[in-house]
């Protein structure tokens, strides 16, 4: 199973750079609580960043870089992800996956949804995580098992926030054991949290899970997937 970081709708460059960033741009919690500032509390300064998408916005691409890149250094998760974004599509800069990578990750760790889920992905597809002799094989196939736990890890860490790409991902790396221990349970909760989120590929793979599991593993599944939406939907 192939994907492309950005073939999923929430997450396609031109779309999300364009018009969703200037939304997004908030300190994001790694849990679902909302975290209230206090006098002592040192908060992100967006105004860099700002220039940036206004640069983007009047076609000046090389100023939106430098303004991303200058936010992205002083710590700012949002700008990190744009930059990540561009590096992997080309726009304004050249194509390096590496880069990619390296923002996305910081973006990720900082808890920021869409980078954690794109960092999931860019561990799948083994895009930009390694260098060197790492990157042939067979070196590349035994390392192949470590990358894809990573994956699910990230997957995970942006599915806990009800992401639903990466809800649908996660899925499907529990349905095939790719990464986790096969488990068609964990599968179908994840799938029907996806499906939630209007995640259209997820539709096949719980008429899917449906034709394999038991009455007794869909029955947990349901009772788990309950479980989660009263604990983190409200």
Do not use: C
């Amino acid at each position: 199973m192939s994907r492309n970081l950005f073939s999923f709708r929430p997450l396609l460059p031109w779309t999300l750079l364009l018009s969703l960033l200037p939304a997004l741009a908030f300190p994001q919690s790694s849990g679902n609580s909302v975290q209230l500032a206090d006098e002592n509390t040192e908060l992100p300064d967006y105004s860099t960043y700002y220039e940036g998408v206004d640069a983007m916005d009047a076609g000046d691409m090389d100023r939106a870089v430098a303004a991303f890149r200058e936010s992205a250094e002083n710590g700012v998760a949002i700008a990190q992800y744009n930059l990540g974004v561009l590096y992997f599509s080309g726009r304004g800069v050249e194509q390096d996956y590496q880069q990619a990578y390296r923002w996305t990750r910081m973006a990720a760790e900082q808890g920021f949804v869409n980078a954690q889920a794109n960092l999931g992905t860019l561990y799948y597809n083994n895009l930009g995580v390694s260098d060197g002799w790492s990157t042939f094989w067979p070196i590349s196939y035994f390392l192949r098992p470590s990358r894809l736990k990573e994956a699910a890890r990230w997957y995970r860490a942006a599915a806990d926030q009800d992401h639903g790409q990466a809800q649908y991902f996660l899925a499907t790396l529990y349905e095939s054991g790719a990464g986790v221990e096969r488990d068609l349970v964990k599968a179908y909760q994840w799938t029907k949290l996806a499906i939630d989120n209007e995640v259209p590929e997820a539709e096949a793979l719980l008429t899917q899970l449906e034709s394999t599991m038991t009455q007794a593993q869909r029955m947990t599944a349901e009772s788990d997937y309950a479980t989660w939406v009263l604990a983190n939907r409200g």
